[in-house]
C-alpha cells in the first residue's frame, strides 16, 4: 500500500507541476514576483498532495522569528520537500542552487524568471567573490537569500557536512542569519522513491546576529541547526519508533562527501 500510495504521490507531483507551469507561462513575461507566486502555488499544492495521498503532515515552529527584509536563511537540507515550502513565508528570495537546474525546460525558465543564482559547484571557492557580489545586490532589493549549508541532501541522522563559504557571505554582507532545522528526509528521503507517512516539522530558530567572527559564526550556526533538527528526528521517533531504521540508515549510508 505505500508503494502505490508513493507512485501515486509521485505521478501527481509531477502532472501538478507540469500543468501549473503551462498554465502560468505569461508570468515569464511579467517581473520576478510572477514566477515566485508560482513556486508558492506549487508548495502549497505539493504540501496538499502529500497529505491526501500518502498522509504526510506538516508543522512550522518558530514563524515569529523570520524577519522582513534581507537576511541569509540558512535551512538544513534532507528532501526535495524544503525546496518548495521554504518560499511560504518569503515574499522576495532568491536560492543558491546549482545551475545545471536552469537548463530544464519549463522549470529552468521560472528559476531565471524568479532571479535565482545559479552556480557551478565543480568550482568551488573560486565562485565565492561573484557569490558575495550577487548577494550584496540581492539584499540591497530587500530581497531574502535561501541556502542550503551543506550543499546537497543529506540523509536525517547523517553527521553534518557543512561548507565554510556560508560564513564567508554572513562576513562580506554584514546580514544576519536566520537557521532552520527539520525532521524532512525521515519522511521523504534523498534518492528515496517511497514516502512515508507522519509529520515534517520545519522550525525556524533565533537569528544568529551580525557581527561575528566567521568561524564563531560558522560553529554557533552548525550547532544551532544541528542540535534542533536532531531534537526534531528524535520526537519524530517517539512517535513513531519504526523511523529508527530510517535513521541507523542515514548513519550508514550517508557519503562522505558532498
Known sequence: ??????????ITF?????TLQIIWLPALLMKRHASMTLGRVWGRTSLFWLEKIVGLKFEFRGLENIPKGPVIVACKHQSTWETFVLPLHSPDFSYILKRE????PFFGWYLMGAEQIGIDRAKGGKLLPQLIEKTK???????QLFIFPEGTRRPAGAPPLYKFGVAMLYRETGAACLPVALNSGMFWARKAFIVRPGTVVIEYLPIIPPGLEPREFFERMQNTIESAS???IAEAVARDPSLAAVVERGRKEAPASA
Open 101 to 104: 537546474l536552469v537548463f530544464i
Open 14 to 18: 509531477f502532472v501538478s507541476l507540469m
Open 230 to 232: 536532531d531534537r526534531l
Open 1 to 10: 500500500m505505500l508503494f502505490l500510495r508513493s507512485l501515486l504521490f509521485h
Open 137 to 143: 545586490a540581492l539584499f540591497a532589493q530587500g530581497r
